[in-house]
């Protein structure tokens, strides 16, 4: 049962790192240096004043610069990386006591897949802003993201179950957009 919360924290941290990578890792901080949470072994950096620093500067530059019309996009493809590698590390970063292979194993899978998927899912859908609107509507889409990046991280430590199966449901919607948005390209790649 450990292991499943644990596993199940992890994911809902991960699915927040698809909307915004550094604010599930600034929260976790916090968690961590309030002791509301243990890090497994390995980790306790990210509990220190020197994370809680590096992680709070990037998480306002993360999310001033998702204001910017013509940054976004070009966010979207650095943080893209970024937040499957966020998504592991910070699911490995709740698994304890389990073999290292296996833990990484699921971290990646898991954790990293998750946060990957709905931050590509993110992609779509703010592509499909850009076009639509010229830009101008992909200011409620980072507000929309901002406000469910920090939702999702502070649910993840109060409720995690209930958030590990909402990000499981998030990621499945989120494939399910980049398989349509994909075949609506190659659609329209075959009729030219």
């Known amino acids: 049962m ?3 919360v644990s596993i199940l924290l992890g994911l809902g941290l991960a699915a927040s790192c698809g909307f915004r990578v550094f604010v599930p890792l600034l929260v976790t901080n ?32 993360e999310i001033a610069a998702y204001y910017i019309p013509w940054l ?37 899978i898991v954790g990293g897949g998750s946060a990957g998927v709905i931050k590509a899912g993110a992609v779509v859908i703010r592509l499909g802003s850009s076009t ?3 830009g101008i ?12 990046s920090i939702l999702f991280s502070v ?15 998030i990621t499945v919607f989120s494939f399910n957009k980049i398989l349509r948005r994909r075949k609506t390209v190659r659609a329209q790649n075959e009729t030219t």
């Open 137 to 148: 509507g992909n200011s409620l889409l980072a507000t929309f993201e901002n406000f469910i």
């Open 72 to 108: 976004d996009n070009v966010l979207d493809t650095i943080s893209t990386p970024l937040a499957i590698i966020a998504g592991s590390v910070l699911t490995s970063s709740f698994i304890v006591d389990m073999d290292p292979m296996l833990k990484w194993t699921l971290a990646i």
């Open 155 to 169: 649910l993840s430590f109060i409720v995690p179950v209930v958030t590990g199966v909402l990000a499981i449901v």
């Open 2 to 4: 450990q292991y499943a």
């Open 132 to 134: 639509l609107t010229g």
């Open 30 to 61: 916090v968690a961590s240096m309030l002791g509301d949470v243990k890090l497994a072994g390995g980790f306790e950096w990210m509990g220190s004043w020197v994370a809680f620093a590096i992680f709070a500067t990037a998480t306002l530059v």
